[in-house]
């Protein structure tokens, strides 16, 4: 079996303001880490979280989260480096380096050159004890098992295989319904259906709304069965028919309006071209014949004297007359085109009102057919009234009373829609009860699995020698407690902490094989489990390094301002002394 991953060096310029090009620190799988307050302690941690995570824990810059802020990771670089970096060298070889150039840029993790992305992941598993102690130790028990759940992925994915494959409960193997699962299955469909918790507090609110439904339904149906009007067909008929007259006698009051406004705007339009035909000066029908006559001359001589240049026969007459004639002839013309150009012109106007004239009063003779002598000379006398808006209220009417048939006639069939509603609602309501009952046992069954599992390989990791037998449990209350000489009691300052370290080691054991299916083998994930400096004086700190020699829960590291006499250390323990603070 290949031995568990580790990282056995780590060179980085995180925080190190004294050594700009980095500094190097060799690690064991047991490494201990002492030094005064500042000295250095935190940047290792945080150094390896950021190789192997690409975040630094809570606590960095006060903060209550891990953080991956660009920004904010870019304080910790030293002045005079141009870049940001940590890198980690596992004991297989493999190099992971995580890097920062710029203050706003996203770092880069790469392991062998090779950037780490969502298709090339590292399965690492980094855990403090400190956070186990702040989500254990003191709390509800459901608040426990919630972020356990969290760490442990049980997902909405993983509920979801449990209700399709069934869970056990002591009535038997327990499979939902096809209906159950087809609810959960669409509901999981929304993006914003992220974990269990919220699988459940939607189905349990869609429950509660089919509730509501069911029962306003279920007021309708009462209210309708005591409020029904029966319609007959015939009065259906009367209704409909009122309605298509009505509306008919709109349509031609529209139409009739219409007619009488164009009719309103062709005597304007006539009125204004009489008016300017009568406007336009008298001019004879020969003057026309004259003008063309003219032009036709004209150019006939200036085409002859184009072409032949001191011709003096005229091309209209075939006489000699000489050049000079031509010419005076030619401005003669000229001046008289001058002279008939605007009756011409006059005579064109009259002759283009003339036409629109007839053109309206043909367009006014049709409309008076179409309205009638009545409407006619009801409107030539200014006595004609537009009928439309009373026609389109009498149509609004009739539609109506059409409308408030149709609904009494529906209205009848009411009680039994609204009893059908009701049924249905009901239906979809008793579905999502059981789907959250399903969900909640479903995650139950995990979360029993996954606490026994969690217990159990605890007490494995807890050294028993002469520090007890360790006393752990999870419901109905949460209890860390020792057990020497068949007496349980409440453990001692390093007897909590042993049992914190093993409930830790064995979580991370449990993330292992989450995150690769199975612990060990060439692809195993590493976990690195880091113990916190929680004021322990250095005897304690020694009986801890001491109990400890035989861990097998994961790369150990403990930073702690307890300072052990290096030649008391047991040697499975590596050490990094760090004697000063950084300047």
């Known amino acids: 079996m290949t031995d568990p991953l580790y990282v ?23 490494m201990y880490v002492t030094g005064p307050p500042g000295a250095g ?42 870049t940001l970096w940590s890198e980690a060298t596992l004991s297989d070889g493999r190099v992971i380096r995580w890097e920062q150039k710029r203050h706003n840029s996203r770092p880069t993790r790469t392991i062998d050159g090779q950037k780490i992305t969502p298709n090339n992941p590292l399965p690492v598993v980094v855990l403090t004890v400190d956070e186990v102690r ?75 709304e089919a509730r509501n439904q069911a029962d306003a339904a279920g007021q309708v149906e009462e209210a309708l069965e005591h409020a029904v009007e029966l319609v007959t067909d015939e009065e259906l008929a009367t209704a409909t028919q009122k309605v298509a ?112 004239i007839e053109r309206l009063r043909s367009h006014a003779s049709r409309l008076r057919e179409q309205l009638g002598d009545a409407v006619f000379a009801a409107v030539r006398q200014g006595v004609w009234e537009d009928e439309s808006a009373a026609a389109g209220v009498a149509a609004s009417v009739a539609r109506a009373d059409l409308n408030e048939l149709q609904i009494k006639r529906v209205g009848a069939a009411g009680p039994t829609l609204a009893a059908e509603q009701r049924a249905k609602a009901e239906t979809r309501r008793e579905t999502l009860r059981a789907a959250a009952q399903h969900v909640e046992k479903a995650q139950s069954a995990l979360v029993d699995k996954a606490l026994s599992e969690f217990v159990t390989g605890a007490r494995k990791l807890y050294p028993t020698n002469s520090f007890g037998k360790p006393v752990i449990t999870m419901r109905p209350n949460i209890v860390l407690g020792v057990e020497r000489d068949g007496r349980p009691g409440a453990p001692s300052g390093c007897q909590e902490e042993a049992l914190l370290l093993s409930l830790a080691g064995s979580l991370a054991q449990m993330e292992t094989k989450v995150l690769n299916g199975a ?24 009986d801890l390094l001491t109990l400890f020699t035989a861990w097998t829960g994961g790369q150990l590291l403990v930073p702690t301002t307890a300072e052990v006499p290096q030649g008391e250390v047991p040697e499975e323990w590596g050490q990094i002394r760090l004697t000063a603070a950084t300047p």
């Not at 980085?12 to 047991?30: D, I, Y």
């Not at 400096?533 to 304690?540: A, C, K, P, Q, Y």
């Open 8 to 30: 056995s060096r780590l060179r980085l310029n995180w925080k190190q303001q004294a050594a700009p090009a980095g500094v190097t620190h060799n690690l064991n799988p047991l």
């Open 41 to 82: 302690k935190t940047a290792i941690v945080e150094g390896l979280s950021l190789a192997l995570t690409g975040t630094v824990p809570a606590g960095y810059l006060g903060r209550k989260e891990p953080t991956s802020s660009p920004n904010l990771l870019w304080r910790s670089k030293p002045k005079e480096a141009s």
């Open 134 to 208: 702040a989500n254990i130790v003191g709390r509800l028990p459901k608040t426990a098992e919630k972020w356990l759940a969290g760490r442990l992925h049980i997902g909405v994915p993983e509920v979801m295989a449990k209700l399709k494959e069934g869970y056990k409960t002591k009535d038997g193997l327990i499979k939902p319904s096809e209906a159950t699962v087809a609810a959960l299955t669409a509901l999981c469909e929304s993006p914003t259906i992220t974990t269990p918790a919220l699988l459940l507090e939607k189905t349990i609110k869609l429950a509660n």
């Open 245 to 356: 007259e009505a509306e008919a006698a709109h349509r031609e009051a529209l139409a009739g309006a219409r007619a009488v406004n164009e009719l309103q705007g062709l005597a304007t339009n006539l009125t204004e071209a009489t008016t300017q035909l009568r406007a336009l000066p008298e001019v004879p029908p020969r003057a026309t014949l004259q003008l063309h006559s003219a032009q036709a001359t004209l150019t006939a001589l200036q085409t002859t004297a184009a072409a032949y240049p001191g011709n003096h026969l005229c091309p209209t007459c075939r006489e000699a007359v000489g050049v000079e004639a031509l010419e005076r002839r030619r401005e003669s013309l000229v001046e008289f085109i001058a002279r008939a150009a605007p009756s011409v012109q006059a005579l064109s106007q009259r002759e283009t009102l003339l036409a629109r």
């Open 519 to 542: 612990a060990g083998g060439p692809d195993s994930p590493l976990s690195l489990l880091v113990f916190g400096d929680v004021g322990m004086d250095s005897e304690t700190t020694h």
